[in-house]
């Protein structure tokens, strides 16, 4: 049986929803970034795309492109509550979703389409949805796989409905430019580019041999994508085969940095940010990571292994303070980063050492006020409020449940 996969992403989605929640704001151009005059453009309204304001951009940038351009800031919680919202909406058409990213899903609905009439219907139906339910409109693209139909629903946006059937694959792959391919970065691109492949129909032709013996076993996968051949399965949340690996946060700073004193106020509320997320799962991990960006974008990572998993903010701001007093900084520091890895879920015991368990007991006390009254209602005196919610970027991990709602 050929497959039938829905790929659902969302038009403009944060500045889509920033339209719905301020009416005023449709038609004008509108960015939408975190805080400061450093951060990136995570979402560009169309109108604002017509300038060249486009998304991971200077903010700065954008403001030369379009200076009417209306900034708005970046709310993590309203995008994920949203997003939430329209992954139930797809549930209750099968339970065959996977989530892709924050406005993007895919569905396998081979199964599902005689109730709903064939798969095109099927889509406009989610459509229809969508919007009634929360104001947005969405791109469907319809395909034998997820490879074309994210494809095919990038032809035609906003609010677009395209369906490719398995017989026009070939016709549609001959001309397509490799670039068009989710998978293939601007560096395989170019590489491709030198070996004379600029086309899907070229890349599928080209003798495998070369292939691998460029990109090694990954020139299988790109001949296979060359011909619109791809079988990885939609997984559903909860399918039990997605492993955290690790929760991690990141802040580009308003202003490079190069004391100390200054870096490890905000290691502090990142140290908060990663166990807030870590306490609310019930897990630990034992290894820390610390990332440091200087303001060339040279970037590097220290870690630190630990001989008891750890979850509580002050254990991880130790732990990553220490890292960071064992390198030397040698320029001035535009980003810094805190992961926690090597997780552990619902095995933790309490502490036979009484200053482990005043300090798990004031932990406690925080996250009790914090849940009642908001993230960081209370915190300790060395954090830095205007740090909070990082750089106004939602990783692609990020899931409507579990750990990976990271916001």
């Given at each position: ?10 038009d403009a989605f944060f500045a889509s929803v920033e ?311 040698v320029r001035p520091i535009r980003l810094l980063g805190i ?69």
């Open positions: 049986m050929n497959r039938v996969i829905l790929h659902v992403d969302m339209e719905v929640d301020n009416p005023s704001l449709r038609g004008k151009p509108v960015a939408v970034a975190g805080p400061g005059q450093r951060t990136i453009i995570t979402t560009a309204s169309y109108a604002a795309r017509e300038f060249g304001v486009r998304t991971g951009m200077a903010l700065g940038q954008g403001l030369k492109l379009c200076p009417a351009l209306v900034i708005v800031r970046c709310d993590h919680r309203k995008y994920s509550h949203v997003s939430a919202m329209i992954i139930d909406i797809l549930e209750s058409f099968t339970p065959l979703v996977e989530p892709y990213s924050v406005d993007e899903a895919f569905l396998d609905v081979t199964t599902d389409l005689n109730r709903f009439g064939g798969a095109e219907t099927l889509g406009g139906r989610i459509k229809e949805r969508i919007r009634e339910e929360t104001g947005l409109t969405c791109s469907v693209g319809i395909g034998p796989n997820k490879l074309l139909a994210k494809l095919v629903g990038g032809r035609r946006k906003p609010d677009g409905l395209s369906v490719l059937a398995p017989g026009d694959v070939r016709d549609l792959m001959e001309s397509m430019p490799v670039g068009k391919l989710c998978g293939i970065g601007p560096e395989t691109e170019r590489r491709l580019g030198s070996m004379g492949i600029s086309t899907c129909g070229q890349l599928g032709r080209f003798p495998l041999q070369i292939l691998v013996r460029e990109f090694g076993v990954l020139g299988h996968t790109l001949s296979r994508m060359g011909r619109g051949e791809e079988d990885s399965p939609v997984v559903p949340l909860g399918a039990g085969n997605e492993k955290v690996k690790s929760i991690g946060h990141s802040a580009t700073l308003p202003r490079d940095v190069t004391d100390l004193v200054t870096a490890r106020r905000v290691l502090l509320t990142l140290s908060e940010m990663v166990g807030r997320r870590a306490r609310r799962h019930d897990c630990a991990g034992n290894r820390v990571t610390l990332t440091v960006r200087y303001r060339d974008f040279t970037t590097f990572s220290r870690q630190m292994t630990l001989a008891h998993p750890i979850r509580t903010t002050s254990r991880i701001y130790r732990s990553a303070s220490a890292i960071l007093d064992s390198v030397s900084i992961s926690l890895s090597h997780l552990r879920f619902g095995c933790l015991q309490g502490s036979l050492f009484p200053a482990d368990r005043e300090e798990d007991s004031l932990q406690g006390a925080l996250d009790l006020i914090n849940d009642r009254y908001g993230e960081f209602s209370a915190m300790y005196a060395d954090q830095l409020p205007d740090l909070r919610g990082s750089n106004g970027i939602i990783p692609p991990s990020w899931r409507p449940r579990g750990v990976r709602r990271s916001v």
